[in-house]
């Protein structure tokens, strides 16, 4: 079942099939995706695109995903977006290193597809409540705290949901 909102994604992995498949999926679900397939060609797209989600290999051949989520996170472009790790590490250590490295979610490979659904849906629907919230103070006559609440999700903004 397709979700009801779509988001702009970006899907790095060096494993080309891997990245393919994933990409397809939510292709199939309604998103748009981009691919990349090393951390360089990643900043670049970042820098350039508008995107809502973006999933990281952390085994990448030039720097690894942790690298990369600090880069990414560095970027304007970037920082409010949903930044979920995906790896074949599932060791405590490996999750604190990707929420201190700036990753919302994390994801064990293979991927399970209702999971990262109802991640992407999660997220979505706190991105609208937050809108709801700023169009309540807008219709109070209260611009300051509509304009405050609408600098927390422009439009694709993340929510403060943290590496579970």
Do not use: W
């Not at 880069?71 to 930044?83: C, F, K, Q």
């Not at 929420?99 to 991640?119: P, Q, T």
């Amino acid at each position: 079942m397709p979700t009801r909102s779509a988001h702009r994604i970006m899907v790095v992995d060096d494993n080309v099939d891997a990245a393919e498949s994933l990409a397809m999926m939510l292709e199939l679900d309604g998103h748009s995706v981009i691919r990349a397939h090393d951390g360089a060609a990643a900043i670049a797209i970042a820098g350039s695109e508008r995107l809502s989600v973006m999933l990281l290999d952390i085994g990448l051949p030039d720097i690894d995903g942790y690298e990369l989520a600090r880069r990414l996170r560095a970027l304007p472009e970037v920082d409010n977006a949903l930044l979920i790790a995906v790896t074949g590490h599932g060791q405590a250590e490996d999750r604190r290193r990707a929420e201190d490295a700036g990753f919302d979610r994390y994801l064990m490979k293979a991927v399970e597809f209702e999971s990262l659904r109802s991640i992407l849906q999660e997220d979505r629907e706190n991105a609208d409540a937050l809108a709801g919230l700023a169009a309540c103070y807008f219709g109070t006559g209260d611009f300051e705290r509509a304009k405050a609440t609408l600098a927390l999700v422009p439009l694709d903004k993340r929510t403060t949901s943290r590496i579970q």
